[in-house]
């Protein structure tokens, strides 16, 4: 079955950076979407950003463009959000998703990480 692990959450300083990684296993993922997810406490999941797997091709919610990046090392099976310029509102639980094209350009997806927490302090 899918299988979706992210790593690189942390504790970091205003200003600072993460680098998250979605490892993800289970099946071949051509022709899926991998997003990015997050969730602070209190408040609604936010999708942030996803990546195609087959081109790579990109797409970012206005409250991250030009501060998070997303990418994926096809080889490895792996997803990445690099993430700089970190704010305390960036504080949150960070989850990756996949899906297929049409269901994840749709917002749907089925397969879900269990999370890692970001912590940015002021």
């Known amino acids: 079955q899918v299988r979706l692990v992210e790593s690189g959450g942390g504790l970091v300083q205003t200003g600072g950076s993460l680098r998250l990684s979605c490892a993800a296993s289970?099946?071949?993922?051509?022709?899926?979407?991998m997003g990015w997810f997050r969730q602070a406490p209190g408040k609604d999941r936010e999708f942030l950003a996803r990546?195609?797997?087959?081109?790579?091709?990109?797409g970012y919610t206005d409250s991250v463009k030009g501060r998070f990046t997303t990418s994926r090392d096809n080889a490895e099976n792996t997803v990445y959000l690099q993430m700089n310029s970190l704010k305390p509102e960036d504080t949150a639980t960070y989850y990756c998703?996949?899906?297929?094209?049409?269901?994840?350009?749709?917002?749907?997806?089925?397969?879900w990480g269990q999370g890692t927490q970001v912590t940015v302090s002021a």
């Open positions: 998703a996949a899906d297929t094209m049409v269901r994840a350009f749709a917002g749907r997806y089925d397969y």
């Open positions: 289970g099946r071949s993922f051509s022709g899926y979407v």
């Open positions: 990546i195609t797997w087959n081109g790579g091709s990109t």
